[in-house]
Nanobody, 115 residues
Framework: QVQLVESGGGLVQPGGSLRLSCAAS????????MGWYRQAPGKQREMVAR???????NYTDSVKGRFTISRDNAKKTLYLQMHSLKPEDTAVYYC?????????WGQGTQVTVSS
């Protein structure tokens, strides 16, 4: 059974930075896709960034050039480095792992960008 635990969220001023972490437990394959999603109040959950086998990444347009996704397979940890944060980045951020039979989700970590 895969479990995902996010950390690193918090309150930050516009223009600030945060790094989110997602610690995975259970059987994790480095060839399986992992990603970060977010959900703002009153909005649908959206993909923020994904990392595929071989380290290929993709990002939603609104975060390109500001966010970087990475993973440490030895530590079974996924990261999201966020720079130049904007108020519209405020949301609950969720970690995702695409297992062979189903997708797994963490409980989420709140990111609030406000002055």
């Amino acid at each position: 059974q895969v479990q995902l635990v996010e950390s690193g969220g918090g309150l930050v001023q516009p223009g600030g930075s945060l790094r989110l972490s997602c610690a995975a437990s259970g059987t994790i394959f480095s060839s399986n896709t992992m990603g970060w999603y977010r959900q703002a109040p009153g909005k649908q959950r959206e993909m923020v960034a994904r990392i595929f086998s071989g380290g290929i990444t993709n990002y939603t347009d609104s975060v390109k050039g500001r966010f970087t996704i990475s993973r440490d397979n030895a530590k079974k940890t996924l990261y999201l480095q966020m720079h130049s944060l904007k108020p519209e980045d405020t949301a609950v951020y969720y970690c995702n792992y695409d297992g062979r039979w189903r997708a797994y989700w963490g409980q989420g970590t709140q990111v609030t960008v406000s002055s």
